[in-house]
């Protein structure tokens, strides 16, 4: 009766497909009044960051400022319909921009129509790539991008990010490279050279942004601004540079006496309707940074998505995400834009200003949009350096010594993936760089899995409880050993087990008992099951039973299907430690 009502509320809290697959259907027809002025809000503020950082995150990526423009409209709503998060801001970011360079620049000279139509197609590719996994439900995959190789990535790239806006905020002509030691010795050469009213136009932009960033906030705070009013006012530093230098450089004609680069000719109108390339050959060639992207743009998502939804008791769906995303990436393809994804800071952004439901990213595009058809000629002598600015504070936060710090203490060897990751992106790029992270993080792994935990364990008081004979002072049994391993039985660790096992067994001639206690064991590999079937017989050859206690039910379901408990015996298999001592007759004969 129990089970029959289970599975009836099970039923009737499973979504319909439709609301699975279709987030909006389950938000929008119990769209409350009271949360329009949020979403209106959030979104006029997040448009107001997004309009200056799509032109500057294009150009990082060496496509047209409209370009991030375009990304920042069709992708919004797709996400806004598909995605499950209330809050996530999606668009144009720093480290996919990056990415975009990195994958792109050796394929085709940057700016060119190829180089263009090679970035849509990227940006198709990474939309298949992601909506794929979701409905393959295959997420899981990212989980090899570790917490420590994302964030010595990350780092890495914002130093790359940084060094590559130089050019932009010195007003010299720095070419792209593919090392970034090259880079850095170009930029120092070239520093002398500076334009000087670009570099102070730069400097200013940057000031003004920290300022608001960080001394603002405090100041209207003190002044006794209301939350509601502040958060704008502080979040507007992009728009406000913009707007200043722009009008400088129109109202002084620095562009010509003064010789400031300038943004140009942005063209009005909605974003066209594109056709990425479909040659095999090209998707071949873009697929390595397809995948990067694919993996780096979901990561930085889902956990600002996450930490968001959580301080709301939300839920996120990860696997939607993906769908959402992908979705997202396929309409920027189709309408003359570039990979994008959940950008942190705007996210942040979007839910401290109110954002309730995807309404918010809606508005949102509905302002980038009138901004493309409305306003697009006002930025014609917008200088490249306060995009540079824009550029170079947004990506500073990425900069990560605190979670070093952290890490370095708690575990030397995720550290070591950590800095291992953040010297390759620099010394040989940042897609070779983040592969020799990932395989630093599974080769430590394994080197700390190949020698786990071991612990000799006795009973403590009269207790049914076990512990390591090393730090509580347990009872023991002379002529049964009893040892607990602390890993899973794979094939990195299992000529470790069998030497532990027969050390001890040697040094311990009085044994007649090997009890090997598996609380910690979850899974036993194919190499592992032929020691342990070794270990059968070789203790036995010494005269030595050997037993195994406080098995997981899925692992010795295994042993038993493969028929290792016939050749063990079931009576050396014990539910518990205790158990197993009262079998080999323990209890009367324990000494301390």
């Known amino acids: 009766m129990t089970q029959s009502t289970d599975h009836s509320t099970r039923q009737e809290h499973r979504k319909p497909v439709w609301k699975q697959y279709l987030p909006v259907l389950e938000w929008l027809p119990a769209y409350r009044r009271e949360d329009l002025i949020g979403d209106l809000l959030a979104g006029l503020i997040v448009a107001i960051m997004l309009v200056p950082q799509g032109m500057a995150y294009a150009l990082l990526a060496g496509l047209p400022p409209q370009v991030g423009l375009y990304a920042s409209i069709i992708p919004l709503i797709l996400y806004g319909i598909f995605g499950t998060s209330r809050a996530l801001a999606v668009g144009p970011v720093a480290i996919v921009s990056l990415l975009v360079a990195t994958g792109v620049s050796p394929l085709a000279a940057v700016g060119s129509a190829e180089y263009v139509q090679l970035a849509l197609t ?4 990474v939309g298949i790539i992601q909506a794929g996994m979701g409905l393959l439900r295959i997420g899981f995959l990212v ?15 914002a130093i790359v990010i940084g060094f590559s806006q130089m050019k932009h905020l010195l007003g010299v002509s720095i070419p792209r490279s593919a090392h970034f030691y090259e880079t850095v010795l170009v930029t120092l050469e070239s520093a002398a050279k500076a334009n000087a009213l670009t570099l102070g136009i730069g400097i200013v932009s940057i000031g003004v942004l920290f300022y608001f960033k960080s001394g603002l906030g405090k100041q209207l705070k003190r002044w006794g601004v209301a939350d509601a009013l502040a958060v704008p006012i502080t979040k507007s530093a992009p728009l406000v540079v913009v707007l ?16 400031v680069a300038i943004v140009g000719n942005v063209p009005a109108g909605l974003p066209p309707l594109t056709m990425p390339t479909l040659d095999g ?3 071949r060639l873009l697929l390595p940074t397809a995948l990067t ?11 600002v998505a996450k930490s968001l939804a959580s301080k709301r008791r939300q839920k996120v769906d990860a696997n939607q995400e993906l769908i959402g995303l992908g979705l997202a990436n396929v309409g920027t393809a189709l309408t003359g834009g570039y990979p994008v994804t959940g950008g942190f800071s705007r996210s942040v952004v979007n839910f401290t200003a ?54 370095w203490r708690y575990n030397k060897a995720d550290a070591a993936s950590m800095m291992i990751t953040f010297a390759a992106v620099l010394i040989v790029g940042i897609e070779s760089g983040i ?12 080197w700390r899995t190949s020698k786990p935990h071991v612990a000799v364990v006795g009973r403590l008081g009269d207790s049914e409880i076990y512990r390591n004979v090393l730090r509580y002072p347990v009872q023991t049994c002379p002529h049964a050993l009893v040892m607990r391993i602390d890993e899973s039985l794979y094939f990195a660790n299992t000529k470790y087990l069998e030497d532990t096992v027969l050390s001890h067994v040697a040094d311990h001639p009085e044994i007649k008992q090997f009890v090997l206690v598996g609380t910690a064991v979850n899974f036993i590999d194919a190499s592992a099951l032929e020691t342990l079937e070794s270990l059968i017989y070789g203790l036995r050859d010494a005269d030595v039973e050997l037993h195994l206690a406080a098995i997981k039910g899925p692992v010795l379901d295994r042993l038993q299907a493969i028929g290792f408990v016939d ?14 001592m009262k079998a080999l007759g323990c209890m009367e004969r324990a000494s301390n």
């Open 435 to 446: 592969l020799i992270g990932v395989a630093a993080a599974v080769l430590l792994f394994i």
């Open 354 to 407: 109110g954002a309730n439901t995807g309404l918010a990213s809606m508005v949102t595009a509905v302002l980038i949009t009138l901004t493309v058809v409305f306003l697009t000629p006002l930025f014609y002598y917008l200088p490249n350096a306060v995009l540079a600015a824009i550029i170079m504070v947004a990506v500073i936060g990425l900069i990560d010594v605190k979670t070093f710090r952290h890490v």
């Open 281 to 283: 050959d090209v998707w």
């Open 567 to 580: 050749k063990l015996g079931e009576d050396r298999i014990h539910m518990s430690t205790h158990d197993a």
């Open 244 to 259: 200043l230098g722009t009008g400088l450089v129109w109202g002084l004609g620095w562009h010509e006496s003064g010789g």
């Open 122 to 125: 990227l940006a198709l590719l």
């Open 293 to 303: 992207i694919s993996f780096v743009g979901y990561m930085e998502s889902i956990s």
């Open 143 to 157: 989980n090899f991008l570790s917490h420590p190789v994302l964030a010595g990535f990350t780092s890495a790239a």
